[in-house]
Structures are given as structure tokens and as C-alpha cells.
């Protein structure tokens, strides 16, 4: 591993997932974390545990801020596991000179999004160091949630199961791109940023059989495909035409050299679900305005196991690679 | 009417329809060819796009291609990244780059290492970006670290052009631009040094897209008469290059060798005359321009005109930039890989000492090189 710590460690790709085994695995091994789901499920499988910081530039974007951005990435870390989040903390390192008014604006939207959630900040901290030490403000918030079923894994994904996606991806991480590189966009380009709570919560009522799920944040679908190809031993054979992609994250895609499935988001997710349940999630997540063109991307089979293969519309097939290097500045 | 989007513009060459149908004619037509043969594409813009819409699998058996080395940061040698990274490491210095650069490592390491170890360190999409960093750190020195082929070469001396007009005093330039009928023709016909041999096994060339909108096909012609190989200029998307294919079994079929254009749409006989003109006037050919893996290439790099010193960061800091040749590894086959007469899987090192993680040969360097590719899509190849 390199000497320093470089930003491309901090990708969500490979070398992230280096510096996390050689680094903390390594020192914190238990039986728990090395599940390596998005929230430690604890307490005889009745709780949902999970932390995550927020470091995101600029603060304000278009869909969201920071505030709402720190609720909803660890309520939904919570909601992967099937849990209701119920409790939250919420630490804050603010530099020196920065302004009361954003503080305020930035509460508001995480006050907003616990209410969507139905939860609440129980214990928190606060920090304020010299100018420069910090960019701004970061933010971190943990949560427990008490999960609605059982079993949920990204380790037990088999043949017998189908892959979904939310809605079109990469929205979150084309518009902190173009936001901090000053591109002026004449569309209508927002983050995907959201709450996946209630969709969740949905799925299980309507008894849909959910083998996984995992919400597409940093290092975006591929990612998580490539994470599930190696957890549960399986091939992902994706239908490249199928994956939904606006046409705004596509031509920002073609300008910048960037793919969508590289990107991140902030309020998609992925489902591997039972193929005869597939239609049922989908007629579930439909209802949701968030996820209204939720759509079926891969199917999973052995011929390349612990990869994920891009099938094209013209007839080829690629290995779709967890994202590597440095993608983005700081996203989320 | 709805506004016109990006996609509009290039849906059309990515038809999976007519990349089928451009595939039933390239295999019908290359039943008739009189013996196999080799496509390079020169540029790293080609790989990518044969490697991400999986052309390779769409080709009979005796079309084959080899990667050529037309990737700017592939080619990079390790004493120019080593300056790069010298001159990041200065105090009040800035070092303003393409994000290209930012993982190839030198002797010294890579600029994400000097930026970790304190570098100011800023990668640009356009080089007139720069300028603004200028304005913003008065105290600052900006040294602007060109690189590229044709297609950015007119970006830099755009900007050394306002720097000039608009007497920047804080803008510096180390310029490492290269060019691409030069390193065409080292490949075809000069002696590989490392295996002491004038053999290659490149039949035809796809010629770059870009690059050619800049200087137009005109310097492809001598390929076709003085060296018998025909070229087809060709556009980047999946349709572009098929049909470029095409052209070229047919020239094979029919006994012809010709320079001929494929992507029409951009490319003329004689380019952007205004930007070959501001090349002119800003820069001067380097007598040996030393490329990763093949070694010292005769008029194939591009340096500040002596009258521009005063802005050469190179000369100003000539003192603290080492001059010393570092050689390629011993093992690496890179020379013989762009010369069509190995594949990366013949390399003892592949995929072992060298890696994309920590590439030894240009071909690792980035996803463009033939070694990345094969490291990447495997079994996937053809």
C-alpha cells in the first residue's frame, strides 16, 4: 500500500477497500464488521448499527445541503438492513469563521429529513477548531434502527435472484461535479439525494421476498455489483440498455469521460430480489415518485464468478471494474 | 421542438443495428482478404472505444489489432514526471496539469504522492483554467505542465498567448506536447534498440480523431506512398471505427493503398489552419523527444521557441531539474508490444511486477495501454 494516504484511498473503489482491510479490518476484526454489510447488525439481529462523515463541497447543491445529506445517508445505511431508523447522533467540526446563518439552514434540513424518518438526535458534539484545519464544516452521524426482517444480506444473493435498481443513477455525483467545476448546466440536474425509509418499509409490507439491498453511494452501481459479485460468489450479467441514466448525467458522462455506473448517488439503491417477486417490488417502488422508473438491470449466474459482466446492445460483453483512482472531489 | 441534446449528436454511431450489420459485411469482406492482418490504432481514444463497445469480439479471426501508443501520459518517460514532480515540490509553486497525469508515477513517485506530501498540486479540463488560478494566488508561481498530442497543443498555446497578451507575470510553462506521424514512423521504420530489429507486423493504420481535426489528414499521406501502408482516418464511436475497418479490408480486397477519411463530419485534408498557426509561432521541434518504451523518437516533441525563455519553466529552473536518462525496465517488452510482434501476455513481468496499480511499462500506465487492456478484460479478449 502507498506510504501516504492519497484521495484515491478515499474512493469508495479499490483502493478504499484496500485501506480499509489492511488498515482497520486488519486492527478491529470481529465477526460483526467483517460482514461488511452497510449497517452492523447487533443486539440478536434486533438492531440496525451504523456511522458514516460528511465532508461534502460545496455544502449547498442543487437537491439537497449537507444537513440532509448527513440524515439520509446513515438513516439509509439503516434502511439497507430493513431497519426503521429510530436514534441518532450527530457530531459537527465547524472551522473558525464559519457563518451562523449556514449552521442554522443546514439543522433545518437535517431536522426536516429525522421527521421524514421518524427519528431523532439523542446525544451529539461539537467542535470548532482554527481556520483551515477543516474545510467548512463536517458532519457525522450514526443511528441504530430496529430491523422489520430478518436475514437481509449481501453475502446470500444466488441464481434464483434478480437485480433492480431504484431509479437513474449517478445524479448525486454529476452535480457536485459540475457544481465545483463552475460548469453552468441550463437543465434541470439535481441530487438524487433522499430518504430510502419508506420504500423499505414498503417493500416488506408488501411481503416482497429481499434476498439484498444496498444503496449506490460512493463508487456508484458498479460498485456495489462488483461488492455482491465477490460476497456471495456469484456472476452479474448486467443489460447495459436497461440501466436508466437521464439524459443530463449522460451528456455530462460524455463531456467529463466519466461512466454513470461510476458515479455516486445519495437515494438509490439496488435489490436483489427473488425472480418471482421481481414484478411485485417493482409495482411496489413504482408508487414512490423517488423510484417511479425503478427497473430491472442483471441477472446472476456462474459463468464469471466474483465478476460483473456488461452484456451491450450490439452483442459484446465487458467486465464492469469497481471504480478505481481518484473519481471525484469530496461527494458526500 | 425539443432542444437538441449530446446524445442526439452520437446515438446514431452507436446504433446497435448498424454496428450488426457493419459486422456482417467487415466478416463477409474479410473472407476474401489474401492474408491476415494488423490494424494499429494509433490512439488512445481508439483503444478505449474498442475495448468499452467490445469491438474485438465483432472481428473474424484474421483482422487483428495492436494498440498503438498514442496515450499522452502513457508514453510520459519518468524524467519528465520526475520535473513535474520537482517543480511541484518548490515553495510557492502550483502545479497546473491535465487530470490524465495524476497517477503515473516517476522515479520520484506520481503527483497524487507529491501532493500528499505537501504539493500544491491542480488538475484542469481546460488549460485556460489556468488563468484563473493565476489571479487568485498573485504570490503564487503557476508552472502549466503541457501535455498531449496535436489535439491539446493548441489548448497550451491558446494560453500562452493570453499570458502573453495580457502580461501574466506568475504563468510558467514546461511543455512536453508530441506528435503523432513521427512516432508512426519510428514504429515502421527504425530499429527497436531493445531487440535489435526492424521488425513489425503493422499492415494499416486507424488514424486518430482529434488530432486530425487539428492538423488535418495531410500528414498521413507519406504512409500510403513512401510506406505502404494504408491509413483511414476515424471517428471515436463504435460505428466510426467499424466502418473504418471496412475501409480498410477493402483496400486490402481490391489491391489499393490510400489515405482515406472516415470521420468526415470534422476532418478536412488541411485542419485548423489558425491552430497549426499559433503552434508555429509559439513552439519549435525537439531534435529526440524520448518516449516510454520505445526509446528516443527523432522530431516527435514539440519546445518553447528560444525568444519565450522568460516563460520556459524548464530553463528557469534548469538547475534543479536532473538530466539524467532513466531506463526503461529491463524486462519490459513494451517497444516490441507497439511494434505488433508480442502480446502483454508474452511479457515475464505482466501482471506480476507490473500492474496497473504500479505499471513498469507505458502499456500498463493507463487504461489506453494494450498491458491495462489485457490486464482488465482478460478472458473477455479476443
Given at each position: 500500500?502507498?506510504?501516504?494516504?492519497?484521495?484515491a484511498?478515499?474512493?469508495?473503489g479499490?483502493?478504499?477497500?484496500?485501506?480499509?482491510?489492511?488498515?482497520?479490518?486488519k486492527a478491529?476484526k470481529?465477526?460483526i464488521?467483517?460482514?461488511?454489510?452497510?449497517?452492523?447488525?447487533i443486539?440478536g439481529?434486533?438492531?440496525?448499527?451504523s456511522t458514516d462523515?460528511?465532508?461534502?463541497?460545496?455544502?449547498?447543491?442543487p437537491g439537497?445541503?449537507i444537513?440532509?445529506?448527513?440524515?439520509?445517508?446513515?438513516c439509509n445505511?439503516l434502511?439497507?438492513?430493513?431497519a426503521?431508523?429510530?436514534?441518532?447522533?450527530?457530531?459537527v467540526?465547524?472551522?473558525?469563521?464559519?457563518?451562523?446563518?449556514e449552521l442554522?439552514?443546514?439543522?433545518?434540513?437535517?431536522?426536516?429529513?429525522?421527521?421524514?424518518?421518524?427519528?431523532?438526535?439523542?446525544?451529539?458534539?461539537?467542535k470548532v477548531?482554527p481556520?483551515?484545519?477543516?474545510d467548512?464544516?463536517?458532519?457525522?452521524t450514526?443511528?441504530?434502527?430496529e430491523?422489520?426482517?430478518?436475514?437481509?444480506?449481501?453475502?446470500?444473493?444466488?441464481?434464483?435472484?434478480v437485480?433492480l435498481?431504484?431509479?437513474?443513477?449517478?445524479?448525486?455525483g454529476?452535480?457536485?461535479?459540475?457544481?465545483?467545476?463552475?460548469?453552468?448546466?441550463?437543465?434541470?440536474?439535481?441530487s438524487?439525494c433522499?430518504?430510502l425509509?419508506?420504500q423499505?418499509?414498503?417493500?416488506?409490507?408488501?411481503?416482497v421476498?429481499i434476498t439484498?439491498?444496498?444503496?449506490?453511494?460512493?463508487?456508484?452501481?458498479?460498485?456495489?455489483?462488483?461488492?455482491w459479485?465477490?460476497?456471495?460468489?456469484?456472476?452479474?450479467?448486467?443489460?447495459?440498455?436497461?440501466?436508466?441514466?437521464?439524459?443530463?448525467?449522460?451528456?455530462?458522462?460524455?463531456?467529463?469521460?466519466?461512466?454513470?455506473?461510476n458515479?455516486?448517488?445519495?437515494?438509490?439503491?439496488?435489490?436483489a430480489?427473488?425472480k418471482?417477486?421481481?414484478q411485485?417490488?417493482?409495482?411496489?417502488l413504482h408508487?414512490?415518485?423517488?423510484?417511479?422508473?425503478a427497473?430491472?438491470?442483471?441477472?446472476?449466474?456462474d459463468?464469471?464468478?466474483?465478476?460483473?459482466?456488461?452484456?451491450?446492445p450490439?452483442?459484446?460483453?465487458?467486465?464492469?471494474?469497481?471504480?478505481?483512482g481518484?473519481l471525484?472531489?469530496?461527494?458526500? | 421542438?425539443?432542444?437538441?441534446?449530446?446524445k442526439?449528436?452520437?446515438?446514431?454511431?452507436?446504433?446497435?443495428?448498424?454496428?450488426?450489420?457493419?459486422?456482417k459485411?467487415?466478416?463477409e469482406e474479410?473472407?476474401?482478404l489474401p492474408?491476415?492482418?494488423n490494424i494499429m490504432?494509433?490512439?488512445?481514444?481508439?483503444t478505449?472505444?474498442?475495448?468499452?463497445?467490445?469491438?474485438?469480439?465483432?472481428?473474424p479471426?484474421?483482422?487483428?489489432?495492436?494498440?498503438?501508443?498514442?496515450?499522452?501520459?502513457?508514453?510520459?518517460p519518468?524524467?519528465?514526471?520526475?520535473h513535474?514532480?520537482?517543480?511541484?515540490?518548490?515553495?510557492?509553486v502550483?502545479?497546473?496539469?491535465?487530470?490524465d497525469?495524476?497517477?503515473?508515477p516517476?522515479?520520484?513517485?506520481s503527483?497524487?504522492d507529491a501532493r500528499?506530501?505537501?504539493?500544491?498540486?491542480?488538475?484542469?479540463?481546460?488549460?485556460?483554467?489556468?488563468?484563473?488560478?493565476a489571479?487568485?494566488n498573485?504570490?503564487k508561481?503557476?508552472?502549466f505542465?503541457?501535455?498531449?498530442?496535436?489535439t491539446?497543443?493548441?489548448?497550451?498555446?491558446?494560453?500562452?498567448?493570453?499570458v502573453?497578451?495580457?502580461?501574466?507575470?506568475?504563468i510558467l510553462?514546461?511543455?512536453?506536447?508530441?506528435?503523432?506521424?513521427?512516432?508512426?514512423?519510428?514504429l515502421?521504420?527504425?530499429?527497436?534498440?531493445?531487440v535489435?530489429?526492424?521488425?513489425?507486423?503493422?499492415?494499416a493504420f486507424?488514424g486518430?480523431?482529434?488530432?486530425?481535426?487539428?492538423?488535418?489528414?495531410?500528414?498521413y499521406?507519406?504512409?500510403p506512398?513512401?510506406?505502404?501502408?494504408?491509413v483511414?482516418?476515424?471517428?471515436?464511436?463504435?460505428?466510426?471505427?467499424m466502418?473504418?475497418?471496412?475501409?480498410i479490408v477493402r483496400?486490402?480486397?481490391?489491391g489499393r493503398?490510400?489515405?482515406?477519411?472516415?470521420?468526415?463530419?470534422s476532418?478536412?485534408?488541411d485542419?485548423?489552419?489558425?491552430?497549426?498557426?499559433?503552434?508555429?509561432?509559439?513552439?519549435?521541434?525537439?531534435?529526440?523527444?524520448?518516449?516510454?518504451?520505445?526509446?528516443?523518437?527523432?522530431?516527435?516533441?514539440?519546445?518553447?521557441?528560444?525568444e519565450?525563455?522568460?516563460?520556459?519553466?524548464?530553463?528557469?529552473?534548469?538547475?534543479?531539474?536532473?538530466?539524467k536518462?532513466?531506463?526503461d525496465?529491463?524486462?519490459?517488452?513494451?517497444?516490441d508490444?507497439?511494434?505488433?510482434?508480442?502480446k502483454?501476455?508474452e511479457?515475464t513481468i505482466f501482471?506480476?511486477?507490473?500492474?496497473?496499480?504500479s505499471?513498469?511499462?507505458?502499456?500498463?500506465v493507463?487504461?489506453?495501454?494494450?498491458?491495462?487492456a489485457y490486464?482488465?478484460?482478460?478472458?473477455?479478449?479476443?
Open positions: 500500500m502507498n506510504k501516504q494516504i492519497t484521495l484511498m478515499g474512493n469508495g479499490e483502493e478504499n477497500n484496500e485501506l480499509i482491510s489492511k488498515i482497520f479490518y478491529f470481529n465477526d464488521l467483517e460482514k461488511s454489510e452497510d449497517a452492523a447488525v443486539h439481529g434486533a438492531l440496525a448499527f462523515s460528511f465532508t461534502v463541497s460545496p455544502l449547498f447543491f439537497a445541503d444537513g440532509k445529506l448527513a440524515i439520509c445517508g446513515t445505511d434502511a439497507m438492513m430493513s426503521k431508523p429510530k436514534y441518532l447522533t450527530c457530531s467540526i465547524i472551522e473558525e469563521g464559519f457563518s451562523t446563518r442554522e439552514k443546514i439543522v433545518r434540513s437535517m431536522k426536516k429529513e429525522l421527521e421524514n424518518n421518524n427519528a431523532i438526535v439523542v446525544s451529539g458534539d461539537t477548531v481556520r483551515g484545519s477543516v467548512k464544516i463536517f458532519i457525522n450514526t443511528g441504530i434502527g430491523i422489520q426482517k430478518e436475514g437481509i444480506s449481501s453475502n446470500n444473493i444466488s441464481q434464483d435472484d437485480i435498481v431504484s431509479r437513474d443513477i449517478g445524479c448525486h454529476a452535480t457536485i461535479f459540475a457544481a465545483r467545476e463552475g460548469i453552468e448546466l441550463s437543465s434541470n440536474l439535481k438524487d433522499a430518504s425509509t419508506h423499505v418499509q414498503a417493500l416488506i409490507e408488501a411481503d421476498q439484498a439491498l444496498r444503496d449506490a453511494t460512493r463508487g456508484g452501481v458498479s460498485a456495489v455489483l462488483n461488492e459479485a465477490k460476497q456471495s460468489n456469484i456472476s452479474i450479467e448486467v443489460d447495459e440498455k436497461s440501466i436508466p441514466v437521464s439524459t443530463e448525467v449522460e451528456g455530462i458522462c460524455e463531456m467529463l469521460g466519466f461512466e454513470a455506473t458515479l455516486a448517488n445519495e437515494g438509490t439503491f439496488v435489490l430480489i427473488k418471482e417477486d421481481a411485485k417490488a417493482l409495482d411496489v408508487k414512490f415518485e423517488n423510484s417511479s422508473n427497473v430491472k438491470i442483471a441477472d446472476v449466474n459463468e464469471y464468478v466474483g465478476r460483473v459482466v456488461l452484456m451491450s450490439h452483442g459484446t460483453k465487458r467486465f464492469l471494474d469497481t471504480p478505481t481518484e471525484l472531489p469530496r461527494i458526500c | 421542438m425539443a432542444d437538441l441534446t449530446l442526439d449528436l452520437y446515438d446514431g454511431f452507436r446504433n446497435p443495428n448498424v454496428i450488426k450489420g457493419l459486422t459485411l467487415i466478416n474479410a473472407k476474401k492474408h491476415s492482418i490504432e494509433v490512439c488512445g481514444g481508439h478505449h472505444s474498442i475495448m468499452k463497445f467490445g469491438l474485438l469480439q465483432l472481428l479471426q484474421n483482422i487483428n489489432f495492436i494498440h498503438g501508443p498514442g496515450c499522452p501520459v502513457c508514453i510520459m519518468k524524467e519528465r514526471i520526475d513535474a514532480y520537482i517543480l511541484s515540490m518548490q515553495k510557492d502550483i502545479l497546473v496539469t491535465l487530470g497525469m495524476i497517477k503515473v516517476g522515479s520520484l513517485g503527483l497524487q500528499a506530501n505537501g504539493a500544491d498540486v491542480r488538475f484542469v479540463y481546460s488549460p485556460l483554467d489556468t488563468l484563473k488560478i489571479k487568485e498573485p504570490n508561481k503557476i508552472i505542465f503541457a501535455i498531449g498530442f496535436e491539446t497543443t493548441p489548448m497550451t498555446t491558446a494560453l500562452i498567448d493570453v502573453l497578451k495580457r502580461r501574466f507575470k506568475n510553462f514546461h511543455i512536453n506536447h508530441v506528435t503523432v506521424p513521427e512516432v508512426m514512423i519510428e515502421i521504420d527504425s530499429r527497436d534498440e531493445h535489435d530489429s526492424y521488425n513489425n507486423r503493422i499492415d486507424l486518430p480523431s482529434h488530432v486530425s481535426v487539428i492538423t488535418g489528414s495531410k500528414i499521406e507519406q504512409f506512398t513512401k510506406y505502404h501502408r494504408p483511414v482516418v476515424a471517428g471515436f464511436e463504435p460505428v466510426d471505427v466502418e473504418a475497418i471496412l475501409m483496400q486490402f480486397n481490391e493503398c490510400e489515405l482515406e477519411i472516415e470521420y468526415k463530419r476532418v478536412s485534408y485542419g485548423n489552419l489558425k491552430a497549426q498557426a499559433l503552434i508555429e509561432n509559439y513552439f519549435e521541434k525537439t531534435d529526440l523527444f524520448k518516449w516510454r518504451g520505445l526509446g528516443n523518437v527523432p522530431d516527435s516533441g514539440y519546445h518553447l521557441r528560444p519565450f525563455s522568460d516563460i520556459d519553466a524548464e530553463k528557469i529552473y534548469a538547475n534543479i531539474l536532473p538530466r536518462e532513466i531506463e525496465h529491463k524486462l519490459c517488452i513494451c517497444g508490444i507497439l511494434r505488433g510482434m508480442a502483454p501476455d511479457c501482471g506480476k511486477a507490473c500492474k496497473p496499480q505499471p513498469l511499462g507505458s502499456c500498463m493507463s487504461s489506453e495501454g494494450a498491458c491495462a490486464y482488465k478484460y482478460g478472458n473477455l479478449l479476443k
